[in-house]
């Protein structure tokens, strides 16, 4: 597909229909023809391109291609395309573990080709093999072959089907009397142990010969801590089989397994000669010495190895807002894995091939001139002169699609000595309670929340230090190599930026009459009732809400005269948290967050579930699983500690929640509930403080729901003294917050706990 029309020798516009693309939507196709490049080698041409005038990139299927009967191989950091002769077509360069390709840079291009002659009729005649293909062509056997020119490439199919074993040769040295035999009658595999004490011993006392080697499977019973110790102790050596492989024992089974799996080296067996095989589709490890190795191919991590089948194309028919849609073909997966490539280059000779990354640079320094944050001066003779280095990055908004590309000049702050570079370097960064507190209040109140993004923040913060850093690289100042800038303002990489420019944004929001919040340092209030102001500061972004639009509007408008800022309008996404404002509310979501851990996981293609796990799951004895050691699992995860679990609402949104192990050991469930009915207070203590920051003052108590009544009645009365006089500060702390009138703790079922979300298993209710 492509977005440029120029691009087309032969385009048919009366082909119109609509394409699904990656997020669910639908863009227009204006059209399909014949694209015309020009390279080194002639004229080529690509056939069947999509005119999609809505996208931003020219996308290339890599399916496509496959179908076509192209070859893609993946190997030292290199992309390569063959055709079906083997003949290269694209090498392109893996950068920044992607790899993109530049038609008009690289002067490569794809073009029309078919499945090769060989690899055909193998498959019409249903996997033959290749001499006999080269013998039914030189007969004339069947009408209508080719001339088979090409070798027949290794097929996964002929490997499921037509795997053989390997032979066993035969050794120099043959036991005697192998075929002696002794029957044992066993109630359990349990007594294979100690009935192999037994015969161990009257076998070396028949035979004076003692037993110095035993060769068994991978039987539990030959397998266990047991058997090891006795072997162990009696200086036995015990080898194992390599699975699937009775032939090693002496004795032959035929199977009616599948013949063949397929698998990825990894390494040798060190308890048996076998190799080790990595079965990425289900985890597990296989040991097997017979294996076939295809050097020539690469395991596809992005999903299970499927037959490279011939495919039909699937259309369907659906109606967009009423508008008659024909031939609409879902490209969903195709579009998601031809996506356009995000490059961050890790070093500045990287970085300076690319017209957008250098802009990025000269923007930066732009910045930094701007803001008089260095001058140019001559070497010091007894001063450390810090290095600095570039850092790219690709900002993105919620959906994806690139923001801009940001170069950033870092300096290289570990080689900062404290006490001489640095004093200080605490900044306070606001709490995501505290955001999410601020959203439900202007959901309740019908506000409006605005996002701020200063740039190059850390810039403007002043340096108390004398600071030299080197020039960057690539633009020294020509004839002035050897001289340093002198520091006026802090830079990215210093251990005290973030201080100093914290230090700059408190100061400047005093001035304007904003007041601090005692209780979080980053929240800042001006103004009361239908004329207030509230300001939240993460780092470089300032979120800003009020009662007044006229007052908010100016407060930003006076911000920009200070600050180099970006007014990105609505908050929609902070922090991986996509925020959606409307009349009806404010919803928060994390869809891009949760598709890139299902990507990273490879389970975007997995089935969905109501629920993240079942609430009355049923373990049995044996599950099928592989056993562990009861008692190192035991000592691993058991350290005898409750979690509290908690969560706060205002209005109809829970904006704080929390659900960890408590510090002490409770010897009860009384005491349990009592430490998290305390933890439960301290937070609505300080949520209750935040709320009269913001001219909120609470005047009634704040209600704690608490499942279990003894908890409460020790919160009110002196009950229980034997069981709660080893923690009286907790005590009496609860008990005067409630007696000051700041909280209420109050019995609910534990069925109605709205908290239980935190730390236990969910319905789909």
Not at 331 to 348: C, G
Not at 477 to 502: I, N
Not at 592 to 599: F, T
Request: proline share 2%.
């Amino acid at each position: 597909m492509t977005n440029d029309q120029e691009l087309f020798k032969e385009l048919d516009k009366t082909i119109i229909s609509k394409v699904k693309i990656g997020n669910g939507e639908f863009i227009s196709v204006k059209g399909k023809g014949t694209v015309a490049i020009e390279s080194i080698t002639g004229l080529k041409y690509i056939t069947d391109v999509l005119y999609v005038p809505d996208i931003d990139q020219n996308l290339l299927s890599v399916g496509q291609l496959i179908e076509k009967g192209f070859k893609v191989i993946f190997e030292d950091k290199w992309c390569m395309i063959k055709d079906a002769k083997g003949r290269d077509v694209f090498k392109v360069k893996m950068r920044a573990k992607s790899f993109a390709l530049n038609l008009m840079e690289d002067e490569q291009i794809a073009f029309s080709s078919t499945v090769s002659n060989a690899e055909l009729w193998h498959r019409r005649l249903g996997h033959f093999h290749h001499v006999g293909l080269l013998y039914m062509q030189k007969q004339n056997l069947v009408k209508g072959v080719p001339l088979l020119e090409d070798k027949l490439a290794d097929c996964v199919a002929c490997q499921y089907g037509k795997q053989t074993r390997r032979p066993f040769p035969q050794t120099a040295w043959r036991a005697m009397h192998k075929l002696f035999c002794w029957i044992y009658f066993l109630k359990s595999k349990s007594e294979v142990a100690n009935v192999f004490w037994k015969y161990k011993a009257w076998v070396e006392n028949q035979s004076s010969c003692r037993m110095q080697k035993i060769r068994s499977n991978n039987g539990k019973e030959y397998t266990n801590e047991i058997f090891d110790k006795f072997c162990e102790k009696a200086d036995i050596e015990h080898q194992l089989t390599t699975p699937y492989t009775p032939q090693q024992n002496g004795v032959k089974r035929d199977k009616l397994d599948k013949k063949a799996e397929p698998g990825v080296f990894i390494g040798y067996s060190n308890s048996s000669k076998a190799y080790r095989i990595f079965q990425p589709q289900n985890g597990k490890i296989l040991v097997s010495r017979d294996v076939k190795f295809m050097e020539d191919r690469q395991w596809n991590w992005e999903e299970s190895i499927k037959m490279k089948l011939p495919k039909v194309p699937q259309y369907f028919d659906e109606d967009i807002d009423d508008v008659p849609v024909r031939g609409i073909r879902s490209l969903s997966d195709v579009y998601e894995r031809n996506n356009v490539a995000v490059f961050e280059p890790a070093e500045f000779e990287e970085a300076k091939k690319d017209d957008k990354w250098i802009e990025a640079m000269k923007e930066e320094l732009r910045m930094i001139e701007k803001n008089d944050t260095w001058e140019l001066v001559d070497r010091p003779q007894h001063r450390k002169v810090i290095g600095v280095k570039w850092v790219y990055r690709t900002k993105l908004n919620a959906d994806g699609s690139v923001n801009k590309y940001k170069a950033r000049l870092v300096v290289k702050g570990y080689s900062q000595v404290f006490g001489v570079d640095f004093s200080e370097n605490f900044a306070p960064v606001a709490r995501l309670d505290t955001i999410r507190m601020l959203l439900a209040l202007t959901a309740q109140k019908g506000w409006k929340t605005y996002q701020l993004d200063v740039k190059s923040a850390f810039l403007n913060g002043y340096l108390q230090e004398e600071i030299y850093v080197e020039q960057p690289e690539g633009f020294q100042v020509k004839g002035q190599e050897e001289k340093v800038y002198l520091l006026k303002k802090a830079l990215y990489g210093l251990k005290q930026a973030p201080r100093a420019w914290y230090s700059r944004i408190d100061e400047h929001l005093q001035s304007l009459g904003f007041v601090k919040s005692p209780s979080e340092a980053t929240l800042y209030v001006k103004g009361t009732d239908a004329n207030l102001i509230v300001v939240s500061v993460y780092v470089d972004d300032l979120l800003v809400t009020g009662s007044n639009e006229k007052l908010v509007k100016e407060f930003k408008a006076e911000m920009l005269k200070v600050f180099e800022m970006t007014d990105l309008g609505l908050m929609s996404y902070f922090l991986g948290m996509e925020v959606k404002q409307d009349h009806d509310g404010v919803f928060i979501s994390q869809k891009k967050y949760a598709k890139e851990i299902l990507n990273k996981f490879h389970m975007d293609d997995c089935k969905r579930t109501s629920t993240p796990m079942n609430q009355k799951e049923k373990f049995s004895k044996d599950d099928g699983t592989e056993k562990v050691d009861e008692s190192q699992y035991r000592s691993s995860i058991d350290d005898m500690r409750s979690t509290t679990g908690f969560c706060f609402s205002f209005g109809s949104g829970i904006f704080s929640w929390s659900s960890k192990k408590q510090d002490v050991i409770a010897q009860s469930t009384v005491e349990a509930e009592y430490v998290a009915a305390n933890a439960t207070v301290n937070q609505a203590i300080w949520i209750r403080k935040i709320l009269a920051d913001l001219h909120m003052k609470q005047n009634e108590p704040t209600q704690i729901h608490v499942d279990n009544q003894a908890a409460i009645a020790i919160s009110n009365d002196s009950v229980f003294h034997g069981k709660t006089k080893h923690f009286k500060i907790k005590l009496y702390h609860l008990r005067e917050e409630q007696k000051d009138g700041e909280v209420k703790l109050l019995y609910c079922k534990t069925e109605d706990q709205n908290c239980r979300c935190v730390n236990q298993g969910s319905t789909k209710s």
